[in-house]
């Protein structure tokens, strides 16, 4: 089958695991790091609307920008940079798909060295499925904050740490596009109640699991 590359203004659900099912992360610095480089690699090309990483595989709901958004997200960083005087650099269009290699390339490369590994972490291609209607991404954005406790990490999604569900939590400055997904739910107390009534799930058997 032919996988084709992420498209510009398309709303997908991203996710993947180790090679051989081995762990992606294996000590507790290794989630920010992710993340760190998560936000230096996508943000630029992607809005994210929820995500989890647990110890052998992630999962990202994520919109890629247009080319114009990509543009306008760029001059923003722009304005920061100057602010700061600190020069910005030259506007660059990114390919969404190439992106992600580099992301989980520089991962890679970082985990083998602290590791003493070597080869591919990541199985390739990483997995994307297009998110197709409105009510879809819904139940996937719940689907996302659900698997910690679904793989039996922990006896409530709630607590574990590396997901988005605790951005919905607080009003601290975030990367995850809170309000946008808060008004989609029709508010906040609407977006924890959907996440506590899975009577109203719609079937999500073709939603990728690890094995």
């Known amino acids: 089958m032919t996988i084709q590359p992420l498209r510009f203004g398309q709303t997908y659900h991203i996710y993947n695991r180790g090679n051989n099912r081995e762990n992606l992360f294996v000590e507790p610095r290794n989630y920010p790091y992710f993340l760190n480089l998560y936000a230096k690699h996508i943000l630029p090309i992607a809005e994210t609307y929820a995500y989890c990483l647990l110890p052998n595989h992630f999962h990202f709901a994520i919109r890629t920008r247009t080319e114009e958004e990509q543009e306008a997200y760029h001059e923003q960083i722009c304005l920061f940079s100057e602010n700061r005087q600190i020069s910005p650099p030259l506007f660059k269009l990114?390919?969404?798909?190439?992106?992600?290699?580099?992301?989980?390339?520089?991962?890679?490369?970082?985990?083998?060295?602290?590791?003493?590994?070597?080869?591919?972490?990541?199985?390739?291609?990483f997995?994307?499925?297009?998110?197709?209607?409105?009510?879809?991404?819904?139940?996937?954005?719940?689907?996302?904050h659900l698997n910690p406790q679904k793989h039996?990490?922990?006896?409530?999604?709630?607590?574990?740490?590396?997901?988005?569900?605790?951005?919905?939590?607080?009003?601290?400055?975030?990367?995850?596009?809170?309000?946008?997904?808060?008004?989609?739910?029709?508010?906040?107390?609407?977006?924890?109640?959907?996440?506590?009534?899975?009577?109203?799930?719609?079937?999500?058997?073709?939603?990728?699991?690890?094995?």
Do not use: M
């Not at 596009?177 to 609407?190: I, S």
């Not at 079937?203 to 990728?208: A, E, F, I, P």
């Open 94 to 125: 990114h390919e969404p798909s190439l992106a992600f290699k580099n992301l989980f390339i520089a991962y890679t490369r970082a985990f083998n060295k602290a590791n003493g590994r070597t080869g591919v972490l990541f199985e390739r291609p």
């Open 127 to 144: 997995h994307r499925k297009p998110v197709e209607s409105q009510a879809y991404l819904l139940n996937l954005i719940i689907y996302i």
């Open 152 to 211: 039996g990490l922990t006896d409530d999604f709630r607590s574990w740490k590396w997901s988005s569900y605790s951005a919905y939590c607080t009003h601290q400055p975030s990367n995850i596009q809170r309000e946008d997904v808060f008004a989609w739910f029709g508010g906040q107390r609407n977006f924890f109640d959907a996440h506590e009534d899975l009577t109203n799930l719609q079937d999500l058997s073709n939603l990728w699991e690890p094995t």
